[in-house]
């Protein structure tokens, strides 16, 4: 245990695990099984990279890697030229694919839809001259707000074919989010659905698109020439004349001619919003060439992709990072197969994705911790029910893996044997950076173990000097990495501030990490979420982590609330399991008061443990610790936009309030 929280370091506790070497088997056939792909890559990272990014097609080869002479806005392949949708496309079309698989897509009510590569392609060269009639070209803003349906993939490629650059906003956000983000990259064509299944209804999306062109916005003149509708739900919608079309009337004046044209390597892809610690989203901005490079090469690397006979299943929404590069760019650039479904895990009933597993084939799985605690809180009487032995690899991201769910998604989903990558990245950072190679990799349940081949990753002090092994730190990146953010959309100087003021040179991800004796990475959660208790720095993700290791325990949230004596005290929330004999709610608050102490030291004893029937999450999943914090410190709850539904955190308020 080390304790130097005086200088500076955060304080860091290991949880003592096991570790798992790939088989033999797994070993053998792994797409990378030599390790000095590590060093190679780190002698001369950009010829790396440059090799990784031959693999696809260019319609001029570029002469030139990497410019990094006007930092920290880099160019990758800059005088290159490609059409990204033609690398997901055409180019498997021209090898013979055309018959594959895509999209196995599959409706929450149940319809489906099977749409191979040549189909796609030829869709979407269609939407791609339907937008161009609509008077969409190199350098134009589409919005998309659909739900998970195969036209999502579609205007996505389409929109990339013409050089365009997208901004996808998740569906579950509100007319006021939705009105900013497409004043904010001054969208010219919104592409949304009457609706989309969730949880067994329509969940209307063109309603809030008409709310958000009506608002006020921000003075400028709106920017939205056509709103696009798929009918995908048959609802009754409104339409106002000639600022909105039927996907399906436009679409059926145009053929699938359509030749595509290189673009530059640094045209804008897409932006994407993500909020940042102030109340303005951040238009995260990535470009081509590199951002294609490094998702297509991780896709095949870590998930360790064999195209012919894999079948993937991403399970995240196309509205988030995720979405695009592990849904659409990376598995298409590489001809994959890939599950793709609607709606939510329970309906429905909690059998859903097995069954879905069940009846694909599914080989490779990826989902968040989150959902695999949701699922081990039902209990594994479900997923029993089904045939999963098509599993061969799992992933995991979003946010750590405590090793309790860890061992449970092996167990129980990976039926003992199938590897887990723990993936971390950052819609900042495009595509995973840090991530176990299968073949190669000693799995260590909780850490997300090394850097990818190519990526100079390091943890750092305050004043920006690396950390010893075992000591907490910062985590940094030191090279510029070809899927990086390339500014934030519009706004260059806040690009600076919020992610290379603190240390100059290094990108400064958020996140606070630890490097074990072995060399292994383990994140420690947002910088934001490390506690400060009677100086000493705790982490919120290892608290939480030894929470869910007690067998009672199904899920916890950790938050530092200011105390008057230890400047924070740890405040923790647990779900219990629901089968699970229950103690009293005292006896069970005392008995994981010890155990925390038990596992990480008396120091990261909770001050109060509340058992909780649900805890507050986004719709994306995220547990929305800020506002638990709020509630352990009797302040009133801030907003709550971003929130799946606010009953939860009512409920824990007026608990918390009682026992006061
Ligand atoms: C967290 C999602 C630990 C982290 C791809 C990061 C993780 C933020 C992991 C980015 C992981 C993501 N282990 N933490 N495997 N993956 N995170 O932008 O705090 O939605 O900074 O990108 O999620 O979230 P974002």
Same mark, same amino acid.
């Given at each position: 245990?080390?304790?130097?929280?005086?200088?500076?370091?955060?304080?860091?506790?290991?949880?003592?695990?096991?570790?798992?070497?790939?088989?033999?088997?797994?070993?053998?056939?792994?797409?990378?099984? %030599?390790?000095?792909?590590?060093?190679?890559?780190?002698?001369?990272?950009?010829?790396?990279?440059?090799?990784?990014?031959?693999?696809?097609?260019?319609?001029?080869?570029?002469?030139?890697?990497?410019?990094?002479?006007?930092?920290?806005?880099?160019?990758?392949?800059?005088?290159?030229?490609?059409?990204?949708?033609?690398?997901?496309?055409?180019?498997?079309?021209?090898?013979?694919?055309?018959?594959?698989?895509?999209?196995?897509?599959?409706?929450?009510?149940?319809?489906?839809?099977?749409?191979?590569?040549?189909?796609?392609?030829?869709?979407?060269?269609?939407?791609?001259?339907?937008?161009?009639?609509?008077?969409?070209?190199?350098?134009?803003?589409?919005?998309?707000?659909?739900?998970?349906?195969?036209?999502?993939?579609?205007?996505?490629?389409?929109?990339? !074919?013409?050089?365009? *650059?997208?901004?996808?906003?998740?569906?579950?956000?509100?007319?006021?989010?939705?009105?900013?983000?497409?004043?904010?990259?001054?969208?010219?064509?919104?592409?949304?659905?009457?609706?989309?299944?969730?949880?067994?209804?329509?969940?209307?999306?063109?309603?809030?698109?008409?709310?958000?062109?009506?608002?006020?916005? +921000?003075?400028?003149?709106?920017?939205?020439?056509?709103?696009?509708?798929?009918?995908?739900?048959?609802?009754?919608?409104?339409?106002?004349? @000639?600022?909105?079309?039927?996907?399906?009337?436009?679409?059926?004046?145009?053929?699938?001619?359509? *030749?595509?044209?290189?673009?530059?390597?640094?045209?804008?892809?897409?932006?994407?919003?993500?909020?940042?610690?102030?109340?303005?989203?951040?238009?995260?901005?990535?470009?081509?060439?590199?951002?294609?490079?490094?998702?297509?090469?991780?896709?095949? %690397?870590?998930?360790?992709?064999?195209?012919?006979?894999?079948?993937?299943?991403?399970?995240?929404?196309?509205?988030?990072?995720?979405?695009?590069?592990?849904?659409?760019?990376?598995?298409?650039?590489?001809?994959?197969?890939?599950?793709?479904?609607?709606?939510?895990?329970?309906?429905?009933?909690?059998? !859903?994705?097995?069954?879905?597993?069940?009846?694909?084939?599914?080989?490779?799985?990826?989902?968040?911790?989150?959902?695999?605690?949701?699922?081990?809180?039902?209990?594994?009487?479900?997923?029993?029910?089904?045939?999963?032995?098509?599993?061969?690899?799992?992933?995991?991201?979003?946010?750590?893996?405590?090793?309790?769910?860890?061992?449970?998604? @092996?167990?129980?989903?990976?039926?003992?044997?199938?590897?887990? $990558?723990?993936?971390?990245?950052?819609?900042?950072?495009?595509?995973?950076?840090?991530?176990?190679?299968?073949?190669? *990799?000693?799995?260590?349940? #909780?850490?997300?173990?090394?850097?990818?081949?190519?990526?100079?990753?390091?943890?750092?002090?305050?004043?920006?000097?690396?950390?010893?092994?075992?000591?907490?730190?910062?985590?940094?990146?030191?090279?510029?990495?070809?899927?990086?953010?390339?500014?934030?959309?519009?706004? %260059?100087?806040?690009?600076?501030?919020?992610?290379?003021?603190?240390?100059?040179?290094?990108?400064?991800?958020?996140?606070?990490?630890?490097?074990?004796?072995? #060399?292994?990475?383990?994140?420690?959660?947002?910088?934001?979420?490390?506690?400060?208790?009677?100086?000493? @720095?705790?982490?919120?993700?290892?608290?939480?982590?030894?929470? $869910?290791?007690?067998?009672?325990?199904?899920?916890?949230? $950790?938050?530092?609330?200011? %105390?008057?004596?230890?400047?924070?005290?740890?405040?923790?929330?647990?779900?219990?399991?629901?089968?699970?004999?229950?103690?009293?709610?005292?006896?069970?608050?005392?008995?994981?008061?010890?155990?925390?102490?038990?596992?990480?030291?008396?120091?990261?004893?909770?001050? +109060?443990?509340?058992?909780?029937?649900?805890?507050?999450?986004? @719709?994306?999943?995220?547990?929305?610790?800020?506002?638990?914090?709020?509630?352990?410190?009797?302040?009133?709850?801030?907003?709550?936009?971003?929130?799946?539904?606010?009953?939860?955190?009512?409920?824990?308020?007026?608990?918390?309030?009682?026992?006061?």
């Amino acid at each position: 245990m080390s304790s130097a929280a005086h200088d500076g370091t955060i304080e860091s506790h290991s949880l003592e695990v096991e570790t798992y070497p790939p088989s033999a088997e797994f070993a053998e056939q792994a797409n990378v099984h %030599d390790s000095s792909v590590y060093w190679r890559a780190a002698e001369d990272h950009e010829a790396y990279w440059a090799s990784r990014a031959r693999d696809l097609q260019w319609t001029k080869p570029f002469t030139e890697v990497l410019d990094w002479s006007n930092p920290p806005f880099a160019k990758w392949f800059q005088d290159g030229e490609l059409n990204v949708a033609a690398n997901c496309l055409d180019r498997h079309i021209a090898a013979g694919l055309a018959d594959r698989v895509a999209i196995h897509w599959e409706g929450e009510p149940g319809d489906t839809r099977t749409i191979t590569y040549g189909e796609l392609t030829h869709e979407v060269k269609r939407a791609a001259n339907m937008l161009t009639a609509l008077g969409i070209t190199q350098g134009d803003r589409v919005a998309i707000y659909l739900p998970m349906i195969p036209e999502a993939v579609i205007s996505m490629l389409a929109v990339a !074919r013409l050089g365009a *650059t997208h901004s996808v906003v998740f569906g579950g956000f509100s007319a006021d989010s939705l009105r900013s983000r497409i004043d904010d990259a001054e969208a010219k064509i919104v592409i949304t659905a009457d609706g989309g299944y969730r949880k067994g209804r329509v969940s209307q999306l063109k309603p809030t698109v008409d709310e958000a062109l009506a608002l006020e916005g +921000n003075g400028s003149p709106l920017s939205v020439e056509h709103v696009l509708v798929v009918d995908r739900c048959g609802s009754e919608v409104a339409m106002q004349p @000639r600022r909105d079309l039927w996907w399906h009337e436009e679409i059926s004046a145009f053929d699938g001619e359509h *030749t595509a044209k290189g673009f530059p390597a640094e045209n804008p892809l897409f932006i994407l919003y993500t909020s940042g610690t102030t109340g303005k989203p951040k238009g995260i901005l990535h470009t081509s060439g590199g951002y294609l490079t490094q998702v297509t090469a991780t896709h095949n %690397d870590v998930f360790d992709l064999k195209p012919e006979t894999d079948v993937f299943w991403c399970t995240a929404d196309v509205g988030w990072v995720t979405g695009h590069s592990y849904i659409v760019y990376g598995p298409l650039a590489n001809g994959a197969t890939q599950v793709m479904y609607e709606g939510t895990p329970d309906t429905p009933d909690w059998g !859903r994705w097995w069954q879905l597993i069940e009846k694909y084939g599914v080989t490779i799985f990826y989902t968040a911790p989150t959902a695999i605690r949701a699922c081990m809180k039902v209990g594994r009487q479900v997923p029993e029910q089904y045939d999963l032995s098509s599993i061969r690899l799992l992933g995991s991201v979003g946010e750590p893996i405590n090793p309790e769910a860890w061992r449970w998604y @092996r167990e129980v989903i990976g039926a003992g044997k199938a590897p887990i $990558v723990d993936t971390w990245w950052q819609t900042e950072t495009g595509a995973i950076m840090v991530a176990p190679l299968p073949g190669l *990799t000693r799995l260590k349940p #909780g850490s997300a173990q090394v850097a990818q081949p190519g990526i100079d990753l390091n943890v750092v002090d305050e004043a920006g000097n690396r950390v010893d092994p075992g000591q907490g730190g910062l985590l940094t990146i030191r090279k510029p990495w070809p899927a990086m953010v390339r500014t934030i959309w519009g706004d %260059d100087q806040r690009f600076i501030d919020t992610y290379w003021e603190k240390f100059g040179d290094q990108y400064f991800a958020g996140d606070g990490a630890r490097v074990d004796k072995d #060399g292994d990475v383990w994140l420690l959660g947002r910088v934001d979420d490390v506690m400060n208790v009677s100086g000493h @720095r705790l982490s919120t993700t290892e608290i939480e982590s030894a929470l $869910v290791e007690h067998h009672a325990v199904a899920e916890a949230a $950790v938050v530092g609330a200011d %105390d008057e004596t230890t400047g924070q005290a740890v405040v923790s929330f647990c779900v219990m399991k629901s089968q699970q004999e229950l103690l009293s709610a005292d006896d069970a608050e005392a008995a994981l008061k010890k155990h925390v102490a038990d596992t990480i030291g008396a120091i990261a004893r909770p001050r +109060n443990i509340y058992i909780v029937s649900e805890l507050p999450k986004t @719709r994306s999943g995220k547990i929305m610790r800020r506002l638990l914090k709020q509630v352990a410190e009797g302040k009133e709850v801030g907003d709550t936009t971003t929130l799946a539904d606010t009953v939860a955190i009512t409920m824990i308020q007026q608990q918390v309030n009682t026992t006061r």
